[in-house]
């Protein structure tokens, strides 16, 4: 193939394609983040945080979505510039991705250098290069390449520790473990590799096992919690914030996109089938099994640094196939390096056998039709983000509205498609309901086909991750503005996959703001949604579905009546101090507002914590108001009560970071003195109270 010293240039060659090709697909579809927003909300949601955070300081603190290394880094990077564009931000974020693609190119390098030799390293370098996973996150805002930096590295350090043990390589491996956990939470899974590095790391003397490898064993958690700490310390200040949102996520990793879907070891090792292809797959399977052959027959044990990097993809794989019913093919990154220097080695070990024969070549042929498949998709994948060029539906209907209408009008859209970010009065729905928009009467609505696809199979509505009663109201919302039943609104113009409707002129616009309109959603308040429903139940009769129009007119009330009795028998038991029954009730509250929107369920624990409060249950109180502001965190009135269910349950430190964060979001609101003055006047939490009180409302500021 080429010798080791060649290694290093064809590792720089592929350094330099992977660079043209990323760098000439970055800049293709960012004239703002909304546009982004139409091939990937994720891409676009990290974009809007970091334009916040460049905007308000670090001090408005952070989502918790991903780790903080994923917002802090760019920060630095973009925060000495003034004026940024939003194509600037996404040009500079989405470099930021392609730089930690081309960092995790040469730790494979590295990496197979290490175990094996350059040769092996370089080849697995380049089909990383060439798979369409790795290129699709290298050239898009998402922190599955930087994460993947540092689980390479702290691989890197866990290797030199198979060849002897030296305590400046655990601390190195578990201070790239933190970092990783602190891009993307997932390096927490490397905290077994390195303890098993550590049991297996050769010693000068053996009798140094107790005291060293114990030492080693001790520096893993402490280095690993202390390293998390400095790199995120807002999450040390509002722990309870932090771990709520890492809950959140987790229950989204477990659950499925939209709809319950099922775990399964099979489904992963199909994914990853289809990022190797047919070719390198069947190589690597073979090249294990004659390697397992070979130990057996020979009754030895497989080398350390190879058992490592075996134990790396059994930890992640094992995790994925318990616990995760998310299935993405990026979530097979951390190990895709690791299985390619397994393909690598196999071509390799099988070219040096074959020396001096013709049929050597065939290596060569056998390796480049295995990386035909991923180059292919790769291929593909830029052809598509080429494409982008192009004006899609959803971006010809935004542009349209643009040259159409003025900024001031007011827009509803679907996810995934465009309005462009003069219109400042507009809000993204992914879930639309007739209730829901007609609260919000907008002047434009715009719909994307795709939306109604999502909606149309109702057999999917029991397993639907927002409840029964939230898919078909999304499902009747779609299938009478299409039969023109919802004759509030007309059709302006059809884009194919996009369709542009416009109030009609009888129906008149809300009052108020439209701020004001979006929090009162965010509070589970729907103008007219007694009347919508009523609607929705007329059309759905004269269809002859009477079950599900008796069903809409009286979910909401039936469930009303249920949850106020629940309530009020919870009020009660907690007058009489019998917290357990009372927390029976909430509960049952709570699971009779699951068919209803996220907004309102939030309102309801909202309510909840309130109660515990009124009866001197802090603990319950400022846990359920966590438990609230996970599931919806845009609720000014919940922050600040947040606040001070923590200073009233002892968590000083906490409720001061709560309301710092709540008051560069909110300003100094009247509410917060308010709360704060009440604690003070009923000697609960006095002082800190007092302290909390002179920290954020002594001087000027306005309220």
């Known amino acids: 193939m080429f010798g080791t010293r060649d290694s290093r240039h064809f590792l720089a060659l ?114 990383l290069a060439v798979s369409s996973v790795f290129v699709r996150w290298g050239i898009t805002i998402h922190p599955d390449l930087p994460q993947l930096f540092w689980m390479l590295l702290s691989l890197v350090f866990v290797i030199r520790l198979s060849r002897g043990y030296a305590s400046r390589d655990v601390i190195y491996a578990t201070m790239c473990a933190a970092m990783a956990f602190n891009t993307k939470f997932g390096g927490v899974f490397l905290l077994p590799v390195i303890v098993a590095g550590v049991l297996t790391a050769k010693l000068d003397e053996e009798a140094r096992w107790n005291s060293d490898r114990l030492l080693g064993l001790l520096f893993v958690p402490v280095i690993f919690v202390g390293a998390v700490a400095l790199t995120n310390p807002l999450a040390v200040l509002d722990f309870q914030a932090f771990s709520q949102s890492l809950e959140a996520e987790r229950q989204i990793m477990g659950f499925g996109h939209s709809v319950r879907v099922e775990r399964s070891l099979g489904d992963w090792m199909a994914i990853l089938y289809v990022i190797l292809g047919p070719v390198n797959t069947l190589v690597v399977i073979a090249a294990g099994g004659v390697s397992v052959w070979h130990l057996m027959k020979r009754r030895a044990i497989p080398r350390k640094d190879v058992a490592l990097m075996v134990l790396w993809v059994v930890v992640l794989v094992a995790y994925l196939s318990l616990f995760s019913s998310l299935k993405r093919a990026r979530h097979l990154l951390p190990i895709l390096p690791v299985v390619l220097l397994f393909v690598g080695y196999a071509y390799v070990h099988a070219w040096r056998l074959l020396e001096g024969r013709p049929v050597r070549w065939a290596v060569v042929a056998v390796a480049l039709i295995g990386a035909w498949g991923p180059a292919s998709d790769s291929s593909a994948l830029a052809g598509a983000t080429l494409d982008r060029r192009t004006p899609s539906n959803e971006i010809e209907a935004g542009r349209w509205i643009g040259s159409h209408y003025p900024p001031s009008m007011r827009v509803l859209y679907s996810t995934y498609a465009y309005v462009p970010s003069e219109f400042r009065d507009a809000f993204r729905l992914f879930e639309m309901s007739y209730p829901i928009v007609n609260h919000f ?124 009795r629940h309530y009020r028998d919870a009020v009660k038991y907690l007058k009489e101090g019998r917290l357990p029954e009372a927390k029976d009730h909430f509960e049952e509250v709570v699971r009779l507002s699951m068919a209803e929107s996220d907004s309102f369920q939030t309102l309801v624990r909202q309510r909840i914590a309130r109660s515990y409060f009124e009866h001197r249950f802090f603990e319950e109180a400022q846990l359920e108001a966590g438990r609230a502001l996970a599931a919806n965190d845009a609720l000014r009135s919940l922050q600040f009560e947040y606040g001070v269910f923590l200073l009233a349950s002892g968590r000083e430190t906490a409720a001061d970071s709560v309301f710092g ?11 917060g003195r308010s709360l704060l003055r009440q604690l003070v006047s009923q000697n609960i939490a006095r002082e800190g109270a007092q302290r909390l009180l002179r920290a954020h409302y002594t001087g000027g500021g306005q309220e």
């Open 441 to 564: 009467r907008p002047d434009l609505l715009v719909v994307r086909e795709a939306m109604a696809a999502e909606y149309s199979d109702t057999s999917r509505a029991a397993s639907s991750r927002t409840g029964r009663g939230a898919f078909m109201d999304a499902h009747y919302f779609h299938r009478y503005l299409k039969t023109r039943q919802i004759d509030d609104y007309r059709l302006l113009r059809s884009f194919g996959a996009v369709d542009v409707y416009a109030r009609q002129e009888g129906i008149a616009p809300r009052r108020g703001t439209w701020l004001s309109l979006v929090e009162e959603y965010a509070t589970g308040k729907l103008r007219g949604a007694k009347g919508a429903r009523h609607r929705v139940a007329a059309w759905l009769l004269a269809d002859g579905d009477s079950t599900a129009a008796r069903a809409q007119r009286t979910r909401g009330l039936g469930a009303e009546v249920r949850s106020i």
């Open 661 to 671: 964060r709540a008051i560069d979001r909110f300003g100094r609101s009247a509410q």
């Open 14 to 127: 592929i350094l330099l394609g992977f660079c043209v090709v990323g760098g000439g697909l970055i800049p293709i579809a960012v004239d703002d983040i909304r546009m982004v927003d139409v091939y990937s909300v994720d891409e676009a949601g990290a974009a809007a945080e970091v334009r916040y955070l460049l905007g308000e300081g670090l001090s408005a603190g952070l989502s918790n979505k991903y780790g903080s290394l994923f917002y802090y880094i760019p920060y630095a990077l973009l925060a000495p510039f003034d004026d940024l564009t939003d194509r600037t931000i996404l040009i500079g974020l989405r470099a930021f991705s392609l730089i930690g693609g081309l960092a995790c190119l040469w730790l494979t390098w590295v990496l197979g250098r290490s175990v094996f030799d350059g040769q092996v390293g370089v080849v697995a370098a380049a089909l």
